[in-house]
Nanobody
Framework: QLQASGGGLVQAGGSLTLSCKASESIFNINLMSWYRQAPGKQRELVAS???????NYADSVKGRFTISKDNTKKILYLQMNSLKPEDTAAYYC????????????????WGQGTEVTVSS
């Protein structure tokens, strides 16, 4: 189970850090990601981090957002800097699959979403 938090209202140019707390260990999660969905738009991938730490970002957030995880605390983070009004959306965390004894088991677990509003 994933619990996202940290959203809020911020002015353009400001920063926020989102957190996604897992109820179980995230050490063996294959891929953890942040997605967002703005009103009237489809959900889109923002950033992802692989089991071994490789990261990937949407072009729209490269250089402004940083994804990271703390395996000990079982938390996925999204540090968002230089926020823009177009970053306004509900942000969701996701865990795709679990490695166990060399096998990959599908999770597709989603957090409940946390709202980010960036004012101009």
């Amino acid at each position: 189970q994933l619990q996202a938090s940290g959203g809020g209202l911020v002015q353009a140019g400001g920063s926020l850090t989102l957190s996604c707390k897992a109820s179980e260990s995230i050490f063996n999660i294959n891929l953890m990601s942040w997605y967002r969905q703005a009103p009237g738009k489809q959900r889109e991938l923002v950033a992802s981090i692989r089991h071994r730490g490789d990261t990937n970002y949407a072009d729209s957030v490269k250089g402004r957002f940083t994804i990271s995880k703390d395996n000990t605390k079982k938390i996925l983070y999204l540090q968002m800097n230089s926020l823009k009004p177009e970053d306004t959306a509900a942000y969701y965390c996701n865990a795709d699959a679990l490695w166990n004894a060399g096998e990959l088991y599908v999770l597709d677990s989603w957090g409940q979403g946390t709202e980010v509003t960036v004012s101009s």
